[in-house]
């Protein structure tokens, strides 16, 4: 079978709806260019921190991915595609997330731990891909990485199986946290008060009786993780209560619900950046979008 080169198979994933860009020699994307230097321009506007830069060039590694035919054979990417080696994709632009298992002992324990899905076999390991994308993280546990948004993975192959519905078990996997709650207090930027109230939700079709009682429940339910679990506590905590307002007209006030969460989850020892992300994660997980 003939060997495509980069920029053909570039070319069909993007018509398949894969974002893609190119990579160089050790599986890294290109170089910014001397405009795009140090981020000098700002960033462009999709990436976590969005910015004004319109450079054509295949700059700001997986921001830059595309799935338009005309900006992938442009004259900007044309320097890069006649070295490039292989082929990158942004996994949360095409909507789905990578676990990267990078060797044996990450791929046993996948199998215990995780829904089987599609499966796509690595120099040293496997990819196992979900449907759903979420927020990348590097080293959540021994060899195993997930790249979903704001990361790119390189295309090794459609995979084999059935790709099934990205599950909690993966989206928990980034949520790091201290196992020992803090002795002498937490260092935090959190309000020493926030707390819900109907002030803060006059769209809100429950009573604040109903509201109160499930988050004072939950809160009880973070708090009692003071060993260990209360970063992921505290996620399905914000993903239940959050569940409970879809229907709502709104406001609910789920800024100041998260808050409280957040807040009891620092309380046992997690670290407050962990404790705000596992929140928002998983009120924005009921709600149907990725953070």
């Known amino acids: 079978m003939t060997q495509l080169s980069p920029l053909r198979r570039a070319l069909e994933l993007a018509a398949l709806g894969l974002p893609v860009l190119p990579l160089r020699r050790g599986k890294i994307p290109f170089g910014n260019c001397r405009t795009c230097a140090d981020n000098a321009c700002g960033g462009r506007p999709n990436m976590k921190t969005p910015g004004p830069c319109t450079c054509p060039a295949p700059c700001h590694a997986w921001a830059a991915a595309t799935t338009a035919p005309r900006v992938l054979t442009s004259p900007a990417w044309a320097r890069a595609w006649r070295t490039a080696v292989s082929v990158a994709y942004h996994p949360g632009g095409a909507g789905v997330t990578v676990v990267d298992l990078d060797n044996a002992d990450a791929v046993a324990w996948a199998r215990e731990n995780l829904p089987a899905t599609r499966t796509v076999p690595t120099t040293r390991g496997e990819h196992w891909i979900y449907q759903g994308a979420m927020p990348s ?154 953070a």
């Open 137 to 290: 993280a590097n080293a959540v546990r021994p060899g195993v990485d997930v790249k979903s948004l704001s990361q790119y993975a390189r295309w090794l192959g459609p995979g084999t199986g059935h790709m099934t519905a990205l599950p909690e078990a993966v989206r928990t996997l980034v949520v790091k946290e201290d196992t020992t709650p803090a002795r002498r207090g937490v260092a935090s930027s959190l309000p020493a008060r926030a707390r819900w109230d109907r002030t803060v939700a006059t769209g809100c079709r429950h009573t604040e009786r109903y509201v109160r009682t499930g988050l004072d429940r939950g809160l009880a339910l973070v708090r009692a993780r003071t060993e260990s679990g209360a970063g992921s506590q505290a996620f399905g905590v914000a993903r239940f209560l959050a569940a409970q307002h879809t229907a709502c007209p709104g406001p609910c006030g789920l800024d100041a619900i998260g808050e409280e969460i957040t807040a009891a989850a620092v309380s046992v020892g997690v670290p407050e950046p962990y404790a705000r992300r596992a929140v928002t994660n998983g009120l924005q997980t009921a709600e149907g979008r990725a």
